[in-house]
């Protein structure tokens, strides 16, 4: 009675463990492990409750006996979601999967709920196994795992569009504009990836296809599989929070509302920033035409002067005309000095604004490609298999998104943003490259198995006693067709030739032991 007491006080924390983290895939061979522990302990209790129900007759006996044992709420509802219950208003999820707590359980109904718990169990532990056994798969979700949750994304553009245009500054404007050009970009990037979710959810009846959207939504925050509810909907929870696919469509629907409102913000955001720009650039260019007016003032003086008389009354007056007329063109000098000096300065600050803003125009646009490159990549390898080409194609344009986002200096405004990019490209590019080896040795394979059967028919037809050499090139022939993995665009054509080549291989074994 204590060893059953003990463990059935143990069981909200057994099944609120029995769920599937969606991963990478060393993380999922853990979940694996985890999923076997937790069945075998619920398989341990269950067969306790059997022990007991042998000394209970009656169903009331039962269900007083389960009261000794544990309290019904602490029995049904882990702790855990006793705090949250009411703040993430999903209560219903919660009893569907432990049971409601108002409610009283014989042993015997605890006994159908446990068995209940062990499918899921096996259910989870299917779809972990099916994921596992797909590299493309993983490798998409690997990718996923690397966004930022949509909600946060989303929060952070919102945050980066919530700035004070800088009027009388021209180069924190320009830097304002490129920060705005590069959150439309990334508004342009959400509003293509809710897309995909919403398709990908309502549209699939793949189960792993609907975990790609899934995926896609939640980002880094991750997900786990939680339960199936009456209707046979999934319960999934991510940021402590429980919801079903349908949650998450009409979450999306919110932030594509979202996304909207913040493009028309970042537009007029974007027109203001550009429209005060235009304007210090025409105060500048006004300010550096060097005005000539003092210089031209003082030579008309000069020239509308009459020749004087050489008297001695007129030399005094003549020397002051003249004095004054040098200190005139002593000072119309200095002020085209000043200007001249101030044009250089600014002819400098324009320089370093110009090198500035075109390090950060480079840098966007080698992102852009980058992406694009990213995406196409990624576009030529969905529903594998696929010939070995393409697998070259794929590799090589995630390799030339690299190249472009390694190229993008610490010093630009997209610095933050191409290394988390560039780390999701090189895990992509890592398992693109060893489905390409794969591919290229199954095609190797393929060959060689062609070649030695090709040579043992040759054999046959001009050295019939040569029996011993064409059993062994076919027995090689053979055992390469069998290493040819499945999801290769050969697998199909070795699985055909293989039961020819095995029963030509029968057949000379027949004839030499004849």
């Not at 939680?226 to 919110?254: A, K």
């Amino acid at each position: 009675m204590a060893d059953l007491e003990m463990l059935v006080n143990e069981l909200p924390k057994l099944v609120h463990s029995l769920k599937l983290t969606i991963g990478n895939s060393h993380k999922i061979m853990e979940e694996i492990i985890l999923i076997n522990s937790v069945q075998e302990q619920l398989r341990n209790i269950k067969k306790l409750i059997t022990q007991e129900l042998k000394f209970t007759k009656a169903s009331n006996t039962a269900v007083s006996t389960l009261s000794r044992l544990v309290s019904t709420a602490s029995l049904v509802i882990p702790d855990i979601y006793l705090l949250d219950e009411f703040v993430n208003n999903k209560r219903e999820f919660i009893f569907a999967k432990f049971g409601n707590p108002e409610t009283k359980i014989s042993l015997t109904d605890l006994q159908t709920k446990i068995d209940s718990w062990i499918e899921w169990g096996y259910l989870i532990q299917a779809i972990a196994t099916d994921i596992l056994s797909d590299s493309q798969l993983v490798s998409q979700l690997d990718s996923h795992i690397n966004y930022l949750s949509l909600s946060t994304e989303i929060q952070a553009i919102d945050a980066s569009l919530n700035i004070s245009l800088g009027f009388g500054n021209s180069k924190l404007l320009q830097q304002q504009i490129n920060k705005i050009n590069y959150a439309q970009e990334e508004l342009l990037q959400i509003q293509k990836r809710l897309n995909y979710i919403v398709d990908t959810i309502q549209n699939s009846q793949n189960m792993l296809t609907i975990l790609l959207g899934v995926s896609c939504f939640c980002g880094k925050s991750g997900f786990a599989l939680e339960w199936l509810d009456d209707d046979q909907e999934l319960i999934i929870s991510s940021e402590g929070s429980l919801q079903e696919l349908t949650d998450i469509l009409n979450t999306c629907d919110s932030f594509k509302e979202k996304v909207s409102s913040l493009v028309i913000h970042s537009n007029s955001l974007k027109e203001q920033a550009e429209k005060a720009l235009i304007k210090i650039e025409q105060k500048i260019s006004k300010k550096t035409v060097i005005n000539p007016q003092l210089e031209k003032e003082a030579v008309i003086n000069l020239q509308s002067e009459e020749v004087p008389k050489f008297s001695t009354q007129k030399v005094l007056g003549l020397t002051l005309v003249i004095a004054s007329s040098l200190v005139v063109l002593g000072f119309g000098s200095q002020i085209i000095n000043n200007q001249s000096q101030r044009l250089q300065q600014m002819n400098l600050i324009t320089q370093e604004e110009s090198a500035f803003v075109a390090d950060d125009g480079r840098a966007i646009a080698n992102f852009k490609s980058a992406q694009n490159l990213g995406m196409e990549a990624a576009a030529l390898v969905q529903n594998p298999p696929h010939p070995l080409t393409v697998w070259q194609q794929a590799a090589t344009k995630w390799q030339q998104a690299i190249k472009l986002l390694e190229s993008i200096p610490e010093t630009t405004v997209i610095s933050l943003q191409a290394k988390k990019q560039l780390a999701s490209y090189r895990v992509n590019y890592n398992v693109i490259s060893k489905r390409l080896l794969t591919e290229q040795q199954a095609v190797a394979n393929l060959e060689s198995a062609q070649k030695l059967a090709t040579e043992a028919t040759f054999i046959v037809q001009n050295s019939p006693d040569s029996e011993q050499q064409v059993k062994a090139k076919l027995e090689q022939a053979i055992n390469l067709l069998e290493t040819i993995p499945e999801g290769t665009s050969v697998f199909i054509q070795a699985k055909e030739m293989l039961p020819i080549y095995q029963t030509n291989y029968a057949g000379i074994g027949t004839k030499i032991q004849n």
